[in-house]
Structure formats: structure tokens, C-alpha cells
């Protein structure tokens, strides 16, 4: 089914062939018609199902085909932590790229002015955890009066993290008559009365669960040094057994650079991040699938929605920070039942995170070691030899400890007087 038999605005429908999507996943295709149709729905489907586009899309064709004279928020979609704020708030820009839409972002960590004077000024949509939003809008329940459509967006997980008293409380503060979508990996007895709660006559969307990526992906480590990660990818990719290569990088920049390296090396390679133009994700996507090149180097935000069947390896150049983002990365091979193989680059610093991922998994992940391959010495450049010798370092007395003051001075005052 395509997406236009969906019954989305044609804004929607532009943005969303800009984006390079074709068909819609069953997530979509069971929820959309509903939410349009101002119905409130509880969407059960896992993380990589398309279930952020799932209740994106019908919110902004909502928000289009009626633009009121206030300029209170209209949407609120809470989720559980700021990176989810940042995921959720990318594809919103992405699919209302041809909408005079305000977006505001909130979320712990920055500072509040600027957030709460989005709220005083009226946003179309604001994205939020609920900590930070309660804080804000405790003693300014004005700025959400208008409020149409309320989201719960891992609802699971929000409750896991302990979310639900700052949830209900911002929840008493909003209009009776609103359209609320409720989002969850699972469906437990919680998020049944989550939903009795919050919600009226919802209609149950449940997509089953996709296969998990450990039955159908091959996953390896391999412990390497920062400045030896770019010969251990050109010695990996010399193995023409990697067809379809898909490489994650933390940045834009960095995934530039790989590909720039590749490039010198004769590999075909393209580029996926929020730095290229329209046109230019297409054609990198489209050069993808055909087989005209053989490795894409994508960032996560970028790369969420890719549907490319055949992808035969997923190589993570860095070191994911977040395990969703490890499953998600990992869930674009091994599709279909078809057989992929997930590889990771492990740093000295992404030990924390891995030690977090295998908890999150519940089990742990093979590490190997190359055959032929040798770490590349550092290249840095030497100290030379003729420069003056540097300073000793002496730290500032004023920001120090008053017994490390007084150990420094008479540190100090032996090296005086030996």
C-alpha cells in the first residue's frame, strides 16, 4: 500500500518522497487511517517498526488542514529521555519540511529560559521529557490550554524510569477534549490502566514483534584503538564477502572523513547524514540499493527509516552511546530471515557503554581478532627534540583544595631546598 492511499496532506506526502520512503511499514499502515480519523489509539510495536512516523505523519496533516488564530502549543509528545527529544524532534523537521511548523524541544541538561519563552511565544508542537515539562509549566498551566493531541511515546519506558507521577500530574493540566496516542513496546497491566486512564475507547494497534536481531545477526567486537579504526575498516572491506556494507558514525564530520578515506582507497562509497541535501540522501539511497556502491557511511538519525533489503554487514564505526540505538543500528541486516553480520569497533573509552548494552541484551557479545591484522603505529607527530623544554604544570592555588595547597607548597618547598 502506498502511502497516498493513507489519506495524508499533500505536504506530508511531498516531504515524505523527498525522504526517499516508498511504502509504508504495518505500524503505519494500522495506525495512521485511525489517528486521522481523531480517534485515540495505543500502538504496540518495537523500536525500528516505524512507529514514530506512525503517529508523526497524522499529527502534522491534523495540525495542517486546520491553522486556529491562537498560538498556544497544539502537540505535546513526551518520551523518556532527551536523545529520544532530539530523534523525535528530526523526523518532525524531515516530514514538515513543507509546513510553516514551530517545534520546541525540552529537556534537561540546558538551560530553561529558552524553553519556557518557546512555550510563552506558541509552538505548533513541543517535544519534551516529562521532568523538565513539569518544572516548566508547574504555575503556567496557561501555556497549555489549547492543547489538541497528547503522545506518550515508550510509554514503557517511561514508567520503567519511574516517570508516572510527573506524567499524571502534567496530564490533570490538560483539556478533557483531546485526541492522546499511546506508544509502547509491550503491552502490560500497567500500560492498560496507563490507558484506561488517560485515554477514551482507544483502538489496540499491535504489530507483532519483529525478529529479534540476535537470531538472525551475527555479532562481533573488536577492540581497537581510536587512531587504528580507519585501517581496521580498509582491511575489513578487502574481504569481498562484505557486499553491502553499511557504516554508522557517531558524526557528520566523521562519517565525511570515512568516506573521504574510502573514496582514496577505490572503494564506492556514499554518504547519509542531515548535512546532505534532499537530492543528494536520494541519490546515495538509490546508488545503495542498486549495488553502484557498496558502502553507505550513515549517522543514526539520518539512517532511521532505511529499508534496504540484502544488507549484508553493519559495521559501527562508533561505538553506539545508547543500546536502542545499537538495536536499531543492527536491525538494518539480517531482514526477512536472511543471515547478517553486525560488527563493532571498540575503543578504550566505550567500555561503559558496553558493559550498558550487554545488560540491556542480556548477554554477551563475541570478541574477536583479525588474522592479518596489526595495529598501524600512532601517527601523531613527535615532540621535536630542539623545542624548550615545557613548563611543569602548577595548578592555580586559588581553585585548589586547601590540604592539596598546603601537600603543593611543601612539595615545593623541598624541590627549593633539597
Do not use: C
Not at 29 to 54: E, N, S, Y
Not at 391 to 406: G, H, I, K, S, V
Amino acid at each position: 500500500m502506498p502511502f497516498r492511499q493513507l489519506g495524508l496532506a499533500e505536504p506530508i506526502l511531498l516531504a515524505v518522497r523527498d525522504a526517499g520512503y516508498t511504502e509504508p511499514t504495518p505500524i503505519q499502515v494500522a495506525a495512521i487511517p485511525v489517528v486521522l480519523q481523531r480517534q485515540d489509539v495505543m500502538g504496540i510495536a518495537q523500536t525500528g517498526t516505524g512507529k514514530t512516523a506512525a503517529f508523526v505523519l497524522p499529527l502534522l496533516s491534523l495540525i495542517a488542514a486546520h491553522r486556529p488564530q491562537h498560538r498556544g502549543v497544539r502537540a505535546l509528545i513526551m518520551v523518556p529521555t532527551r536523545e529520544l527529544v532530539v530523534q523525535v524532534e528530526e523526523n518532525i523537521r524531515i516530514y514538515a519540511r513543507h509546513l510553516p511548523l514551530r517545534v520546541a524541544t525540552i529537556f534537561g541538561g540546558v538551560s530553561e529560559r529558552p524553553q519556557i519563552k518557546a512555550l510563552q511565544h506558541g509552538v505548533d508542537i513541543v517535544v519534551a521529557t516529562p521532568g523538565r515539562l513539569l518544572d516548566i509549566i508547574r504555575g503556567r498551566e496557561a501555556s497549555l490550554r489549547d492543547l489538541e493531541f497528547l503522545v506518550l511515546d515508550e510509554a514503557d519506558r517511561m514508567l520503567d524510569m519511574g516517570f508516572i507521577h510527573p506524567i499524571r500530574q502534567i496530564v490533570r493540566l490538560l483539556p478533557r477534549e483531546r485526541l492522546t496516542l499511546l506508544f509502547s513496546a509491550t503491552l502490560s497491566r500497567e500500560i492498560e490502566q496507563l490507558s484506561r486512564e488517560f485515554m477514551r475507547h482507544p483502538k489496540t494497534v499491535e504489530i507483532g514483534r519483529r525478529s529479534n536481531p540476535a537470531e538472525t545477526v551475527t555479532q562481533a567486537l573488536y577492540e581497537v584503538s581510536h587512531h587504528a579504526k580507519m585501517a581496521l575498516l580498509s582491511h575489513l572491506l578487502k574481504n569481498e564477502g562484505l557486499r553491502t556494507v553499511l557504516v554508522f558514525s557517531r558524526t557528520k564530520h566523521g562519517a565525511d572523513r570515512i568516506a573521504r578515506r574510502l573514496e582514496k582507497e577505490r572503494i564506492p562509497v556514499a554518504t547519509l547524514h542531515a548535512n546532505r541535501s534532499q537530492n543528494q540522501r536520494l541519490r546515495a539511497l538509490q546508488d545503495f540499493k542498486s549495488g553502484r556502491v557498496r558502502v553507505l557511511v550513515a549517522t543514526d538519525i539520518a539512517a532511521r527509516g532505511i529499508d534496504v533489503e540484502g544488507i549484508s554487514h553493519v559495521i559501527n564505526y562508533d561505538f553506539p552511546r545508547h543500546p536502542e540505538d545499537y538495536v536499531h543500528r543492527i536491525g538494518r541486516t539480517g531482514r526477512a530471515q536472511a543471515v547478517g553480520e553486525a560488527v563493532s569497533f571498540l575503543a578504550p573509552d566505550d567500555h561503559a557503554h558496553l558493559r550498558t548494552l550487554e545488560r540491556f541484551l542480556r548477554r554477551g557479545i563475541l570478541r574477536r581478532k583479525i588474522e592479518g591484522f596489526t595495529e598501524p603505529a600512532n601517527t601523531a607527530a613527535p615532540r621535536d627534540p630542539s623545542a624548550p623544554p615545557q613548563a611543569p604544570y602548577r595548578p592555580r592555588r586559588d581553585t585548589m583544595p586547601w590540604r592539596l595547597r598546603n601537600r603543593w607548597r611543601g612539595q615545593n618547598r623541598k624541590s627549593r631546598h633539597p
